[in-house]
């Protein structure tokens, strides 16, 4: 029987494990299961020993600590009540405006994702926040449903981000210098998106009629931005001053949130342990999927698969720009019919070789995969944020209010990331002067 080619191999077995994900197999198992598979078919039970090792290795990296205490901060911050706060400030500024409340959901996600690191949290709290206010005010469904699915995206491009942390760990590439590359496209992201919505209200009237809001309350209301803010900056403030590691700097985050959260009124035994048990859960889950991403790599590394992979791949002859454009097209496929972290750790072993053998920064491409899972998140049929946000809706309509909604922020997403491959320097300026 004729040797088996290492490409034919790394082929199968992604095939293989999109099969075992179609069949409702979790994605952590289902890495695991071709992991331990193809290594034990190629060196025996010698590959236990090695996979030992690396789980060892894994769960005892330092580094990794970041991603419960990150989610931790999160659930203090949703069940703290910042979120609620948040919007009232951002309706009160964009009082009277066309669109405003628009304005808000997408203002509100990104302050909200840059303390919670999670799309999926993001957009179910605004969503719940928002949703009655818009209803109220005779908001289109369709704009405003579709305001909140984006603007959840925000929650794994603004650092914190559990996407980078998981990027990171598995490509061994700095968390912290990944954290401060997502800044300036997190920032202009949440721009593109509120300029979509000025140019599709040009010429309307303001849904509903101002509140009369002075610039003096506006002011006043903004102090319930200064606690959020606070927690953003002593974050990138410590990463970038190099006072901290990522880890550090979400201990750090925790103690502050747990401050915040205290100051509001709202601690308690019982608000403290809801948090700690529903941070433990996604925790572990996420853990997992990490922990399985490193045995799935080690058999990619020790069977020569990855090597081969990547010879494979720049056989092709493109160059950086074209292969980029050809992970574009290919995520943009994959996004439909795989979740997020799925499509992460699945592709990352086999492609992140042949992107650093093509001289793309790893830096920069961690971003550029966050952009991917931002776009998999809004794309049908699987589409997580486009469930989240349908199931805090009250009215009972259908999911093609949100498809419909979302539809001009994914061709943004799309349109931004050609952007980033022209100006490669919005995500790499800031990591670069730290």
């Known amino acids: 029987m004729p040797e088996l080619e290492p490409v034919h191999a790394g082929l199968i077995g992604f095939f293989v494990l999109l099969g075992l994900l179609a069949f409702g197999m979790p994605i952590a198992a289902a890495m695991l299961l071709v992991g331990l598979g193809g290594g034990m078919a190629a060196f025996g039970t010698a590959f236990l020993t090695s996979s030992a090792a690396v789980v060892w290795g894994t769960m005892s990296e330092g580094g990794l600590l970041a991603i419960p205490l990150f989610i931790l901060m999160g659930e203090l911050i949703l069940r703290g009540g910042l979120a609620d706060r948040m919007y009232a400030v951002f309706a009160k500024w964009f009082d009277g405006v066309p669109g405003g409340l628009l304005y808000s959901n997408i203002g509100s996600c990104a302050l909200f994702a840059a303390t919670s690191g999670s799309s999926v949290a993001t957009a179910a709290t605004v969503g719940t926040v928002a949703l009655p206010s818009m209803a109220a005010r005779g908001y289109p469904l369709p704009a405003a449903l579709g305001s909140l699915a984006a603007g959840g995206t925000l929650g794994i491009l603004i650092p914190p981000s559990i996407n980078l942390i ?7 590439t700095s968390v912290g210098k990944l954290f401060l590359a997502g800044v300036i496209p997190g920032l202009l992201l949440t721009g593109c998106f509120m300029l979509w919505i000025y140019l599709s209200h040009l010429g309307r009237r303001g849904t509903e009629a101002s509140n009369g809001f002075t610039l003096g309350d ?78 799935l790599n080690l058999a990619l590394s020790l069977t020569g698969i990855g090597e081969a992979m990547t010879g494979w791949i720049l056989g092709f002859g493109l160059s950086p720009v074209e292969l980029l454009l050809a992970l574009l097209v290919f995520y943009i496929l994959l996004g439909m019919f795989m979740d997020t972290l799925s499509m992460m750790v699945a592709t990352i072993p086999l492609i992140f070789p042949a992107v650093v053998a093509a001289q793309i920064d790893p830096i920069w491409f961690g971003i550029f995969i966050v952009l991917m899972c931002e776009l998999s998140l809004i794309t049908p049929p699987v589409g997580m944020n486009l469930f989240v946000v349908q199931g805090v809706r009250q009215d009972g309509g259908s999911i093609r209010d949100v498809i419909h909604g979302v539809i001009p922020y994914s061709v943004i997403l799309v349109l931004f990331t050609l952007l980033l491959i022209a100006l490669p320097g919005i995500a790499t300026w800031l990591p670069g002067g730290s």
């Open 166 to 172: 998981i990027y990171g760990s598995i490509t061994e």
């Open 218 to 295: 506006k002011i006043r209301a903004s102090r319930d931005l200064m606690e959020p803010a606070i927690i953003f900056v002593a974050v990138i403030g410590s990463l970038y001053s190099g006072l901290a590691t990522a880890s550090e700097s979400a201990a750090i985050a925790v103690a502050l949130t747990l401050v915040i959260v205290t100051r509001t009124g709202r601690f308690s035994m019982r608000l403290l342990s809801e948090a700690f048990v529903s941070a433990a859960r996604t925790s572990g889950m996420v853990l997992f999927i990490v922990l399985s991403a490193f045995v």
